[in-house]
């Protein structure tokens, strides 16, 4: 007698189960399949393209910029008949839910171990950078953040690691921006002369003083702006983003840093690749490099009308100068054991 | 929440509900259950475990004591411990006001204990970093210490122990005790030796939950601690920052260590439960 | 002793909900109109809404037949069931989002073979709503079975004598001596339905306009310095929450004696 509840129940529930299966589906953004009627050499500029949906999976920062780079696209002929379904969000976790299935066409992450993560998983051609750029669609360097008026004067990395000073920078291993950061601080040193010892003893004072490691940039920012810390490390867009938030900062581009570059691709999974292409092809473009420089961005093709000074620091370099990020990243970032690690655990002797 | 484990203390035989055994409907019935907690529960959470003992038992130990997850570990139990004892007695203190005592604004009281419930994690850690950050508004400044996280998980955790005494409390027969101070017991004997016992299974029960809630605890937390990694960094970040680095194996070790914690200790109240219950 | 507690939760609970809003209306209500009606807001809020739908209706179904399982019914394992309930809470929501996705990812083996036949689980409306029931697993349980086991089972044995079928027993004697907790525990449900993020981060996608809850949208306007979007939404579902829980403990008889 008391199985009848049981039984009425798993009936209705299997019923709600699978009707939310269903509904589920109608709702969920798989990606469209507009078919995509075979046309001839669409992809010159200026030709009208099949109507299509594309999925855009990009870091947080440039949501603004890509907000305002589709609507630019939208009125190009190319980009007349073509919708966007977007995404944003922290570039390791975007990179990630690609690789774990996420629908994308065209993807952008903050560095290039996040597309590299993609080549790995077979949704992005190996020859994804082959272009003139690299892979990259925008650039930015690594600065120093300081509150209005640097009412502390920093000046350069040497007043980063001076006693009483606390410099905000995010954890390395849970987030990309930090790793900018990181190379930043190291590079500098090797470029100034320094050897790799001294490279990495200039990471520990430097990370002696670093109070707090939040767990993302955008965190990060957030605990400065917050009140803490006298400086904090940072890209350039991020400082210029926050200050055209009304946020109370001011930034110094030190003589010595390194050029952040991020990287753009389209996967090899979309059923869209005319459509994909033309995107990032426009993404290329003086226009939408424009939209990217009022955002803060460091345009990757040159003639571009900026409103931001963009200076060019004397003693820039590149993530290649310090060997690429596959090899900088199990150098420096392997969790298992690498100069990071020991930096960190130092750290966390030290104070006990 | 009400307290769930009671109602399996009492022994199996002379209970008041009947007995059923192993009937069809009841078969049905438990292999629904099953399938459902399976697909739900059981196989997602098998399969980070089945990723921790991936590359072998040994890759296994190494990941789940590797010194930082260690760290980790260690300040996440400690934390939980702290807090879910803090919880044992306030919450039964806040639920003994809610249900002995009257006052205007009792039952808006009473409905705001829910509100960590409904609060984002991650807008409570925001506000909590507000008020106890730098620019701390009261002028308490708690962010970035231990002090704080314990702050963050004792907002999170405060239903839990109150919810589940409340009830029981709503049941205890005041003539007992009445009868206790008659006789010339005090009010603290009157609520060790007749108040308590009852609330004990009750009390167990809702610090279980608090403990397991401390332990799992991310989005609060990660935004008023320091997050320094070997100091006061949660096994939650921990875990993040793992998979972060692509490195799932390390990030399910340490994820399979808490949950064995957690089955421990909520193993280990249902047995206190039940032991008490037959010294009631 | 009163004061104790009410001065432990006003510092706890009062001064957090006073700074929020306080943040919320800093600038007046018009901006705070504004920015809820934003339709990616509006579909954010549209999303949350039917993953809690989904989520209370599914377990509480299910929560009320493991709470009679669990009461009525003795089996082997009866208390390893009950020890299992309680686990979803210790799981962290980073490992909830890692678990359902090692199982029902696109590359997963359930999730791909689900994939195969069309159905997607990973971010989607089936995996958010699976991430959801999995934290609020629980809650329905916990407040059923008490007072079955409160009741006890005279008047469903009587019912049966004079000829009632299971169905009927449990519609017309077991249902009602239950609403009070059942609504309990779908409220609280609902409540922890609508403020889960962490792991529906992991498992949503953040597809705006498509699979961004209320949640993400606190957290994306967060982090693009919107602060009075961000906080007019968290204020918003809060608010939800709170007005449901306040109306069950005004409408609930004190019927304990």
Request: some cysteine; hydrophobic content about 50%.
């Amino acid at each position: 007698m008391f199985r009848s509840p049981l039984i009425r129940f798993s009936a209705v529930a299997i019923v709600a189960a699978l009707a939310m299966a269903a509904c589920g589906d109608d709702g969920s953004p798989a990606a469209a399949n507009n078919s995509t009627a075979g046309t001839a050499a669409a992809g010159s500029a200026g030709a009208e393209l099949p109507a299509a949906k594309l999925s855009l999976v990009a870091y947080s920062t440039p949501q603004e910029a890509y907000e305002k780079i589709i609507t630019a696209f939208n009125a190009t002929p190319a980009g007349k008949n073509i919708t966007f379904s977007k995404s944003f969000g922290a570039s390791g976790d975007q990179s990630r839910a690609v690789a774990s299935g996420l629908d994308a066409d065209y993807v952008a992450f903050s560095l290039e171990p996040d597309v590299t993560r993609l080549v790995k998983a077979n949704l992005v051609a190996p020859d994804w950078n082959k272009d003139a750029n690299a892979g990259n669609v925008t650039d930015s360097v690594v600065v120093l953040v300081v509150r209005k008026g640097n009412p502390k004067n920093i000046k350069g990395w040497a007043d980063l690691t001076k006693p009483g000073i606390e410099v905000i920078t995010p954890n390395p291993f849970t987030s990309g921006g930090a790793r900018w950061n990181v190379m930043a601080a190291y590079g500098q040193v090797i470029k100034g002369g320094g050897t790799e010892a001294d490279g990495v003893a200039y990471l520990k004072s430097l990370f002696a003083n670093v109070p707090v490691q939040d767990d993302s940039a955008r965190k990060a920012l957030q605990t400065f702006t917050s009140g803490k810390g006298d400086v904090m490390l940072a890209y350039e867009n991020e400082a210029i983003f926050a200050q055209q938030k009304g946020q109370d900062i001011d930034y110094v581009v030190p003589d010595s840093t390194i050029l952040i570059e991020n990287p753009a691709a389209i996967t090899s999974t979309t059923k869209h690749p005319e459509q994909a292409k033309a995107f990032l092809d426009f993404v290329r473009s003086p226009q939408a490099q424009q939209i990217f420089a009022e955002n803060g961005y460091r345009p990757v093709v040159s003639d571009v009308e900026s409103p931001y000074d963009f200076p060019t620091p004397t003693g820039l370099f590149t993530i290649a100068d310090l060997g690429g990020w596959t090899d900088v990243t199990a150098k420096f970032f392997d969790p298992k054991g690498s100069i990071m690690s020991d930096v960190e655990a130092g750290i966390g002797v030290s104070v006990g | 929440m009400a307290d769930a484990t009671a109602t399996l203390s009492r022994p199996l035989f002379g209970r008041r509900s009947g007995l059923r055994r192993l009937n069809t409907g009841t078969a049905f019935g438990v292999g629904l259950a099953t399938l459902w907690l399976s697909l739900l529960v059981l196989i997602p959470l098998g399969a980070v475990v089945w990723r921790a003992q991936e590359d072998g038992l040994a890759s296994f130990w190494d990941a789940a004591t590797a010194p930082e997850a260690a760290a980790a570990i260690r300040l996440t139990v400690a934390s939980a411990l702290i807090v879910a004892v803090i919880n044992a007695v306030l919450g039964t203190l806040i639920a003994w006001v809610l249900v002995r005592d009257d006052f205007r604004g009792k039952r808006v009281v009473d409905a705001l204990i829910d509100l960590p419930f409904a609060l984002p994690t991650i807008v409570a850690g925001l506000v909590l970093l507000t008020l106890y950050g730098v620019n701390s508004p009261v002028g308490i400044e708690l962010a970035y210490t231990r002090a704080g996280v314990v702050v963050a998980l004792l907002f999170v955790t405060l239903p839990f122990v109150v919810r589940t005494v409340q009830p029981v409390l709503l049941e205890l027969d005041v003539e007992m005790e009445q009868a206790a101070t008659s006789l010339g017991a005090s009010k603290l004997t009157t609520f060790r030796r007749i108040v308590l016992p009852n609330l004990a299974p009750a009390i167990s029960a809702g610090t279980a939950l608090a403990f397991a809630r401390a332990i799992s605890e991310f989005g609060a937390t990660v935004l008023i601690s320091n997050n320094l990694p070997f100091k006061t960094q949660v096994a939650s970040v921990y875990i993040f920052g793992q998979i972060e680095a692509d490195n799932t194996v390390g990030a399910a070790a340490v994820a399979t260590v808490l949950l064995l914690i957690a089955i421990v200790v909520l193993f280990g109240l249902d047995l206190l439960q039940r032991w008490a219950a037959r010294h009631a | 002793m009163r004061f104790i507690a009410l001065g432990y939760l006003a510092v706890l609970i009062g001064l957090p909900v006073v700074l929020i809003f306080w943040r919320t209306f800093e600038h007046g209500v018009k901006p705070v109109i504004d920015s809820l009606s934003d339709p990616a807001v509006l579909h954010a809020f549209r999303v949350t809404a039917i993953i809690t739908f989904w989520t209370v209706l599914l377990n509480t179904v299910f929560g009320v037949g493991i709470a009679i399982l669990l009461v009525r019914h003795t089996f082997p394992g009866r208390r390893m069931l009950n020890v299992l309930i309680d686990l979803p809470i210790a799981v962290s929501p980073v490992v909830v989002g890692l678990a359902l996705i090692l199982v029902y990812g696109k590359f997963a083996p359930v999730g791909g073979w689900l994939d195969d036949h069309g159905i997607q689980i990973i971010f989607s409306y089936p995996g958010m709503v699976l991430a959801t029931m999995f934290v609020t697993l629980p809650l329905v349980v916990r407040e059923v079975a008490p007072v079955l086991e409160e009741i006890g089972t005279e008047q469903e044995q009587a019912a049966h004598t004079l000829g009632a079928n299971g169905f009927q027993t449990f519609r017309r004697v077991t249902l009602p001596a239950i609403r009070w907790g059942l609504a309990y525990g779908v409220v609280l449900t609902i409540a922890r339905s609508l403020g889960e993020y962490g792991a529906i981060a992991v498992v949503s996608g953040r597809l705006i306009g498509q699979t961004q809850t209320a949640t993400l949208v606190v957290d994306e306007r967060f982090q693009n310095f919107d602060q009075t979007t961000a906080y007019a939404v968290a204020v918003t579902m809060a608010f939800v929450a709170i007005i449901t829980l306040v109306l069950i403990n005004v409408l609930r008889p004190k019927e304990h004696s």
